[in-house]
């Protein structure tokens, strides 16, 4: 079993990065982000009429958040898991590049991996309103299945970043030259490329010396977007939050594979007691 402690950190990681993205999206609706009403328009939604419903679903959403916080019941992350996997696609599917979408991966990642971690995707009416406990034990099975989940997660979240560098979008070149930097289009190329190396370390062997590097870089990448820097950086808390319980979930997989080490010496030892001369 995983030390309660560890659990706990994991839990509270993934918990904290769920409700940072209903908030973070939900400040979007309530200041109506204007680019929103092309996602409404996926639905056959006017501008007026999205602009009336914005701040309707940010304060839902706000709401979501913060009972995460307090009392987390299992609806709530699997909702995002829904919501923030049709919110990503609305971007795609709204004509911007597919990228957008695997770029959101933290947003439906995120919850995906707590619920994995306590206790799996339940659909029935009692769990569902359940809250989820964070000293619900965690065996070396359901740990493995949430370090390939959060694997997956946060190689989506990098290479996506990394494709958007690669294009060009207008809006990290506009960060490029915000921060001063006198060749954007190559700063671009550049970055995107090692957002791409990263990504595929962390899917082949994600080493965790590495994961406090990509996490500092997504922390302070994210505080540079040109509008909306704090409510940009708060919705990408499950890209924060999938990356530290990567991290976090390594060490327990490591601490757990080196009991089961010693326990097996142990036996051998005493089945085969080493001679003296």
């Not at 992350?77 to 923030?84: D, K």
């Not at 659909?123 to 034990?137: A, E, G, R, V």
């Not at 995107?192 to 994961?211: D, F, N, Q, S, Y």
Request: hydrophobic share 50%; charged share 15%.
């Amino acid at each position: 079993m995983l030390n309660l402690k560890l659990q706990q950190k994991i839990h509270y990681t993934l918990r904290f990065a769920t409700a940072m993205c209903f908030i973070g999206h939900g400040s979007f609706g309530i200041i109506t982000k204007p680019i929103w009403v092309n996602y409404f328009a996926v639905f056959g939604i006017g501008k007026v009429m999205a602009y009336h419903l914005m701040p309707v679903l940010g304060f839902c959403d706000i709401i979501l958040g913060i009972v995460m916080l307090i009392y987390p019941l299992r609806i709530i992350p699997l909702w995002l898991v829904i919501w923030g996997i049709v919110t990503a696609l609305l971007r795609p599917l709204s004509g911007e590049s597919f990228a957008e979408f695997i770029e959101r991966a933290g947003n439906f990642g995120a919850p995906l991996a707590l619920l994995l971690f306590s206790g799996g995707i339940q659909f029935n009416f009692k769990s569902l309103f359940t809250p989820i406990s964070p000293d619900t034990q965690v065996d070396e099975k359901t740990l493995k299945r949430v370090i390939t989940c959060l694997k997956i997660i946060v190689f989506l979240l990098l290479a996506g970043h990394g494709w958007l560098n690669l294009f060009e979008k207008k809006g990290l070149i506009g960060q490029y030259i915000m921060l001063g930097f006198t060749n954007p289009q190559g700063t671009a190329q550049l970055i995107g490329a090692l957002e791409i190396a990263a990504a595929i370390i962390v899917l082949i062997k994600p080493a965790r010396p590495i994961l406090i590097i990509f996490l500092i870089w997504k922390i302070s990448s994210e505080l540079f977007y040109p509008h909306y820097e704090i409510f940009e950086w708060v919705e990408r808390g499950g890209s924060y939050g999938a990356i530290l319980a990567l991290w976090l979930a390594l060490g327990a997989d490591k601490k757990q594979s080196q009991s089961v080490k010693n326990i097996a010496d142990y036996l051998a030892d005493k089945k085969y007691p080493a001679t003296g001369n």
